[in-house]
């Protein structure tokens, strides 16, 4: 997950006020506002409005600390991990039993022994699901392009924030504003 730190000059307080202000509930069906997520005095869960279902959506997720100046915040973006799970179950459950009936139907082809199994669905069916899982994954991060630069400049925008680098120096970690 890509991670990026934000540096407001707000108060924490005023930061959340901000975000709950210009993000709708997670619940709202029919709302107006870009942005749907979760908002509460450390932390923030937001995804950008769709109007069509994606699972691999970009979620970013906000972790607000009070910094000198004002509110640091370390932001974390990624697919939900529900998503993530169900991808990684589906491929290894492929890879294990699809592979298991492939290699079957293989030796059912060379007479070595027989399969119940018809080696044409044998050999067709397990690298179809597997590859009906990675095109899954391809087009629904696809269609994500562009989303975490959009919720990231989201609450830039809505906490005058900029973005905070660490960058190694000589005597350990500094912070470079951009």
Known sequence: MPRVSLLSPLS??????????????????????????DVDDERAALRKR?????SFQTRL?????????????????????????FITLWLGVVTVIGGAVFL?????LTGAAQSEIPPAIGLLAPP?????GITLVAVGRSMARGEVDFLIDFVAQQT?????????????RTATVT
């Open 104 to 108: 079957a139907a293989l030796v059912d």
């Open 128 to 132: 179809g699901f597997l590859l009906f």
């Open 160 to 172: 005058k924030a900029r973005r905070v680098e660490i960058a190694p120096a000589a005597s350990g």
């Open 12 to 37: 924490r307080g005023e930061c959340v006020q901000r975000l709950r202000e210009a993000v709708d509930a997670p619940l709202v069906m029919f709302g107006k506002k870009s942005v749907v997520g």
């Open 61 to 85: 997720r906000v972790t607000l600390e009070d910094a000198a100046p004002g509110t640091r915040m370390q932001c974390r973006s990624g697919a939900h991990p529900a998503a993530l799970v």
């Open 50 to 54: 769709l109007r069509y279902r994606n």
